[in-house]
């Protein structure tokens, strides 16, 4: 087991890279069995990671958060458990958004919110939950409701910090405003940019931010050619043939950079990103160990300012083809 860099996300302590187990679902990046699954979280583990971040609506019926809480059996005193509520439930509050998907079904009712958290529990082997989320607001109901009712169960004892994932900076501060937020979850990348009055409401308030997506579904971390039939990013504009030429042929003076100083060019997205912020981490995911290894060890990275400045001049001529909004 080796250790990484540390940082915090409000007073809670984690790696300043975590894991992100959406990939871990099946029909995401094509199949997966669960125990190749369980190897690549005890692989994160081992590598240093500390915060797991999955959700109750990867994967059927708590798919993910299971698999999650098999490759925890043993190490649990290790991971920071972070996962998310509300999404693709029964009696869901459907509505359009500009994702790629086209469609939302979520339910944040207060009522239901302790159910969801016991069966998570449940899932996940653990009496607590480090890190609970509200998946995506949800319209038909007041945000601050939502909180309430995960500041009942972190007074009870079932969760020990509030997170926001999906949200707007003014809805992060109505939030913090019913109970401190230790962490905002968004998407951030090299192709995709962190809503500016979403990031100054992070730190005005002193929450810190998981960048969910930090590889751009995988296309920062080196030249995507062509997707299996059933991966879930023939979903997203960014991956048509034709926006995918032009987009690797716009990303190719970012690859030479990572040449340059001698990384992979996940790595150089993963360390520009740790390098904007003292309270972003990353949430990268993957499947195969060594990937895995090489993604956590960005964190030792350190970018001269020089290289700082190269890497922005390089990345305002990369303006991506195609919507890169994607569900997490």
């Known amino acids: 087991m080796t250790s990484l860099p540390q940082r915090f996300l409000g007073d809670l302590e984690t790696s300043a890279i975590g894991y992100g187990a959406m990939v871990l679902s099946p029909g995401m990046y094509g199949e997966i069995d ?14 240093g990671a500390t915060l797991i971040d999955t959700s109750d609506g990867y994967g059927t019926d708590g798919h993910n958060e299971r698999v999650i809480g098999q490759a925890l059996k043993g190490r649990r005193d290790r991971a920071v458990v972070a996962t998310k509520f509300g999404f693709r439930v029964p009696e869901a509050h459907r509505f359009p958004v500009s994702y790629s998907f086209g469609e939302l079904a979520v339910n944040a009712e207060p009522k239901y919110v302790r159910g969801y958290a016991e069966q998570s529990l449940r899932n996940l082997g653990t009496e607590v939950i480090d890190l609970y989320y509200p998946h995506f607001p949800d319209p038909e109901v007041p945000l601050e409701d939502t909180v309430g009712a995960v500041a009942d169960l972190i007074r009870d004892g079932l969760v020990r910090h509030l997170g926001l994932s999906n949200v707007t900076a003014e809805q992060l501060r109505r939030a913090h405003a019913v109970h401190p937020v230790a962490a905002v979850q968004t998407q951030w990348s090299m192709w995709q940019p962190v809503d500016p009055a979403l990031h100054t409401a992070a730190r005005d308030l002193g929450i810190g931010i998981v960048a969910w997506s930090p590889l751009g579904s995988g296309f920062l ?9 059933n991966d879930f990013r023939r979903n997203i504009s960014r991956f ?3 926006n995918l030429k032009a987009n690797n042929d716009r990303y190719a003076p970012l690859r030479g950079i990572a040449a340059d100083l001698g990384l992979l060019p996940g790595q150089l997205a993963l ?4 390098h904007q912020d003292d309270h972003v981490v990353p949430i990268p995911g993957s499947r195969t160990p060594a990937h895995i290894a090489e993604n956590l060890s960005a964190a030792r990275v350190d970018l001269h300012p020089d290289t700082l400045a190269r890497i922005d001049e390089a990345l305002a001529g990369f303006t991506p083809e195609g919507t890169g909004s994607l569900l997490t």
């Not at 669960?34 to 590598?47: F, G, H, P, Q």
Request: proline share 0%; aromatic share 4%; glycine share 4%.
């Open 34 to 47: 669960d125990k190749r699954a369980i190897s690549a979280v005890r692989a994160a583990l081992d590598e």
């Open 221 to 229: 971390a080196g030249q995507v050619d062509a997707l299996a039939e």
């Open 240 to 242: 048509d043939e034709a």
């Open 271 to 274: 360390a520009w990103l740790l």
